[in-house]
T-cell receptor, first 114, second 111 residues
Framework: AQSVTQPDIHITVSEGASLELRCNYSYGATPYLFWYVQSPGQGLQLLLK??????LVQGIKGFEAEFKRSQSSFNLRKPSVHWSDAAEYFC????????????FGGGTRLMVKP | DAGVTQSPTHLIKTRGQHVTLRCSPI?????VSWYQQVLGQGPQFIFQ???????GRGNFPDRFSARQFPNYSSELNVNALLLGDSALYLC??????????FGPGTRLTVT
């Protein structure tokens, strides 16, 4: 069975600083990887996805993520954080043999200092 | 285009009662999935339906059931509610494999 670990429960960065959120997955074959963002009390918004091909994927709101098979990682990055980026971020993995089921990590709460 | 819609937004139930949550997918999407998100945790997969057939089931008790209608909308039913069922219930629809779009969720509180 697949699993996802987000090692950082909380991260605080200053506005304008760069950001990297870590995600490690466990899955035997090529995974389908996603990053979602959730504002308080809201549903999940898809930021970006990786299915195959170029390991550096671009998403919405200036986010990007890099798939590193050797490290089983899919870290999310943004060069300059805005106050509106404060939210909860979830990494998720989907698997070929699991229908449409996504397995989510526990999330990382991002706080942005002015 | 309208996104995934869910109803109701919030509801409060008493232990032992039954609840039905509803979801309408994005127009053209034939797959609907349900997730439970307990406060402070990531979402957990409950069910997936495609073309009105169950395609996947997570590790949830039989008190949880779902169905999908000919118009691809879906219902999630939970019987004999427990305090631990209090959570945000998320519905997601998809057109292509795995790319799921989530609704705003239904906040269920069991007292």
């Amino acid at each position: 069975a697949q699993s996802v670990t987000q090692p950082d429960i909380h991260i605080t960065v200053s506005e304008g600083a760069s950001l990297e959120l870590r995600c490690n997955y466990s899955y035997g074959a090529t995974p389908y990887l996603f990053w979602y963002v959730q504002s308080p009390g809201q549903g999940l918004q898809l930021l970006l996805k990786y299915f195959s091909g170029d390991t550096l994927v671009q998403g919405i709101k200036g986010f990007e993520a890099e798939f590193k098979r050797s490290q089983s990682s899919f870290n999310l990055r943004k060069p300059s954080v805005h106050w509106s980026d404060a939210a909860e971020y979830f990494c998720a993995v989907g698997a070929d043999n699991a229908g449409n089921m996504l397995t989510f990590g526990g999330g990382t709460r991002l706080m942005v200092k002015p | 285009d309208a996104g995934v819609t869910q109803s109701p937004t919030h509801l409060i139930k008493t232990r032992g009662q039954h609840v039905t949550l509803r979801c309408s997918p994005i127009s053209g999407h034939k797959s609907v999935s349900w997730y439970q998100q307990v406060l402070g945790q990531g979402p957990q997969f409950i069910f997936q339906y495609y073309e009105k057939e169950e395609r996947g089931r997570g590790n949830f008790p039989d008190r949880f059931s779902a169905r999908q209608f000919p118009n691809y909308s879906s219902e999630l039913n939970v019987n004999a509610l427990l305090l631990g069922d209090s959570a945000l219930y998320l519905c997601a629809s998809s057109l292509e494999l795995y790319e799921q779009y989530f609704g705003p969720g239904t906040r269920l509180t069991v007292t």
